[in-house]
């Protein structure tokens, strides 16, 4: 048996997901972007893809544009603030994606301040609204679920905040797109982010959500597609696997919610059963918490930077953080942000609503046996 319990890294595919690429990988190859009747089949797959999309988050098909994934897309809302909105200071976090951070670094001309922090990585609103306060055209740039700790923002109390002091408000929805009722109306937001391959569709595909008030000019030039705000052929096969899986997604997030917080729940009980000494890392609260992600705090053995090796030789996957810097020696940025203890092994299990029961139980099984017995040999 196998234990696939790294899927804050990357879903399964739904079935149905790729059923409707396989039909349209079949039977529509024309450019969408040609004028023949091949092209214009295309095209109107995608801007009826666009619709449901915008449908599921309450937004306007005009407001959604298509891009590579996550990554892209929080890339061109950031650069869209500062290079055609007016934006002079950011206001973020130090335990924000890469994607975000290594973006707002990249722009030298602007000011950058972090939002204080707790110990569990939850913003500090009193903090926010004192930055706010300054005056300066800002736009806040906050994710609304750690990747690594899953601990989840209010968007709609930062919402407010930023509407008060006229400040453009960004938020990272990578992970808890499809996993959470997202209302742009209802929230009062600019810029929201997705990646297919978070909740059961295809690597590659996202797309960024563009309050239509705003007007911003594209990161990638060449063509007029996606309404001229990003150029080159759309990716059809990757856009309708999209929105089908945001679609089934949406139809039982409540459902998906309880299922997954009850295997969270009991993993949880049963690491604090059999692991002496364990912790967490971030908010484990459920109405705090991205139900989806857990990050285990174990005890201290010498053998540590061993321990992912020993669980994937064991059929247990999973992970020490994001997947996007797992290759790195350098430990958590997101642990650095909240001071937590970096030197004791961390790992992140995270679940979606294919994992099951049985997963888990050989997953514990599994850690159960290696870190007791890394325990025994230290």
């Known amino acids: 048996m196998r234990a696939y319990l790294d899927n804050a890294a990357t879903t399964p595919m739904a079935p149905e997901v790729i059923d409707v690429m396989t039909d349209v990988m079949k039977n529509n190859f024309g450019n969408p972007s040609s004028q023949h009747s091949f092209g ?6 995608i801007e009826h893809a666009r619709r449901t999309v ?7 098909a005009k407001e959604i544009i298509f891009t590579s994934g996550g990554t892209e897309a929080d890339n061109m809302a950031i650069s869209g603030a500062v290079n055609d909105l007016g934006v002079t200071r950011i206001i ?3 335990i924000e994606h890469h994607a975000v951070g290594h ?20 913003v500090d609103l009193n903090h926010l609204e004192s930055l706010l306060q300054q005056g300066e055209k800002t736009l806040v740039s906050l994710m ?30 990578v992970q808890t797109m499809g996993h959470y009722p997202i209302n742009v109306k209802d929230i009062d937001i600019d810029f929201i ?17 563009v309050n239509k008030n705003l007007k911003i000019t594209p990161v990638i030039h060449g063509g007029s597609q996606e309404r001229g705000l990003r150029g080159g052929t759309e990716n059809l096969i990757g856009i309708v696997g999209l929105a089908k899986a945001l679609e089934i997604a949406n139809q039982d997030i409540a459902g998906h919610q309880n299922y997954v917080q009850g295997l969270k729940s009991y993993m949880i009980d049963e690491l604090k059963k059999r692991i002496p000494g364990v912790e967490f890392h971030g908010e484990i609260d459920p109405a705090k918490s991205l139900y989806t992600v857990l990050n285990v705090k174990f005890p201290d053995f010498e053998n540590k930077s061993m321990l992912l090796f020993l669980l994937d030789l064991d059929g247990v996957a999973c992970s020490g953080g994001s997947a996007c810097t797992s290759g790195a020696s350098t430990g958590s940025h997101v642990l650095r942000g909240i001071n937590a203890d970096n ?3 961390n790992v992140r299990f995270s679940f979606s609503r294919y994992t099951t029961k049985a997963e888990i139980d050989y997953a514990l099984e599994k850690v159960e046996k290696v870190v007791l017995g890394q325990l025994v040999k230290s």
Do not use: M, W
Request: one cysteine or more; glycine letters at 6%; a positive charge.
């Open 54 to 60: 915008a449908q599921l988050i309450h937004a306007e």
């Open 343 to 345: 030197n004791r092994p």
């Open 144 to 173: 609304h679920a750690n990747n690594e700790i899953g601990t989840l923002l209010d968007l709609k109390a930062v919402s407010i905040l930023c509407r008060k002091y006229g400040a453009l408000f960004h938020s990272d929805t």
């Open 193 to 209: 982010t997705c990646a297919a391959h978070k909740f059961h569709g295809p690597k590659g595909i996202g797309f960024l959500y």
């Open 40 to 45: 214009r089949e295309s095209k109107a797959i």
């Open 103 to 122: 973006s707002i670094e990249s722009h030298k001309k602007i000011s950058y301040n972090h939002v204080k922090l707790s110990a569990t990585g939850q």
């Open 92 to 94: 973020s976090s130090p």
